[in-house]
């Protein structure tokens, strides 16, 4: 009797390759320099909605989030110039069904034939994960403005209670000058020592009201070009809308120590003012740069925008209600508030400005 083996199937590397391409759980596209989409496999489909045909007939641009429109140039010329090999960024798209969807893309350059180019694109949907931190940081942002909002209220209360209470003490000494027998007075002794009582107050008031800096244990390893790209893209629409180019040029691989809501918040006052005060001279130019100094990462925000007169506000720069331009929503708390949370992470902001210039912002972080 003849016995026949068992057949077994053999693939060759393209038959691999091609199985991967196809059944991989995260979407795969292949695309040229022009943006033409060459090849996708079925996960893009799903993540999109869109059948093979719809997607390789249709401009992608169409279906992109308007705030999100180019959000790759500035990476995509440097993966084309060679300087960088990948780059990543997180977009927005329009469903087929209509719903918004966050898309986060790796991007990389192969070579297929000699001198023939295609980008490879990989996608993750991280929509679910979106809208968790989105919900997140609407608590921490809640959470954040009631905090402020009592320091505000601890320093000014803390403040007008210290004058109120010199001026009672000065007054009493008055009195005792014109009147010499006050001292005999058991009220106007009693009026003194209450006066002592509450300067001892105001005094441990003054004490707690301080902003302390937070310890280290209680403090995370945070990424800071992850959070000044987070950051770039919460004001992407701002940004466009005042034609600003905003340059991220920390090193990638740079973490400082910080409480996430506070590095957030930090990073997007400084940004948003240097869109909101602008010069009408020129086109705004925002460029973010770090290094190490000892045991610190300073975070370089420079701007050429409208410029501050340092000899005139120096000394006020971060004061509450303290503002320096004509604009209409200035009400003189956010440099107030950031300063507070730089210290209150064991940093200091330091700058240099010249009017009609620009202006330079060094935050010195705990290195992570």
Avoid at 122 to 131: I, Y
């Amino acid at each position: 009797m003849k016995v026949t083996k068992p057949q077994r199937n053999f693939f060759n590397a393209y038959d691999v390759l091609e199985r991967i391409f196809n059944n991989t759980y995260n979407g795969i596209a292949i695309v040229n320099l022009d943006g033409d989409w060459l090849k996708v496999n079925e996960s893009v489909c799903e993540i999109f909605g869109y059948s093979r045909w719809e997607l390789f007939n249709m401009d992608i641009n169409n279906i992109i989030f308007i705030e999100d429109l180019g959000v790759h140039e500035q990476k995509y010329e440097k993966l084309i110039s060679g300087e960088i090999d990948k780059y990543r960024v997180k977009q927005r798209y329009f469903h087929k069904d209509g719903s918004i969807i966050w898309v986060l893309i790796y991007v990389s350059l192969v070579y297929f034939k000699e001198d023939r180019p295609h980008m490879i694109w990989q996608f993750s949907d991280v929509t679910n994960r979106q809208k968790n931190q989105d919900k997140l940081k609407a608590m921490l942002s809640v959470a954040q403005e009631q905090n402020e909002r009592l320091t505000s209220f601890a320093d000014i209360v803390t403040h007008n209670l210290r004058s109120h209470s010199g001026n009672l003490s000065s007054l009493t000494e008055f009195l005792e000058e014109d009147f010499s027998n006050l001292n005999t007075n058991e009220n106007f002794q009693l009026l003194k020592k209450a006066i002592e009582n509450l300067q001892e107050t105001v005094s441990h008031l003054t004490q707690v009201a301080k902003i302390k800096e937070i310890e280290d244990s209680k403090m995370e390893i945070l990424n800071l070009y992850d959070y000044v790209e987070k950051a770039t893209y919460n004001i992407i629409a701002m940004a466009q809308n005042a034609e600003a180019t905003i340059y991220n040029e920390i090193d990638e691989n740079i973490s400082v120590k910080a409480i996430p809501a506070y590095l957030d918040s930090i990073i997007l006052n400084f940004l948003t003012n240097a869109i909101k005060y602008k010069s009408e001279k020129r086109i705004p130019i925002i460029e973010l740069t770090s290094r190490i100094e000892d045991d610190f990462v300073v975070l370089k925000i420079k701007d050429n925008g409208l410029g501050i007169d340092l000899d005139k506000f120096g000394d006020k720069l971060f004061e509450i209600y303290k503002t320096f331009h004509s604009n209409a929503d200035a009400i003189g708390i956010g440099l107030f508030i950031t300063k507070n949370h730089i210290e209150s992470l064991g940093g200091r902001v330091e700058v240099s400005s010249q009017v009609d210039v620009g202006t330079e912002f060094s935050i010195y972080f705990k290195k992570g």
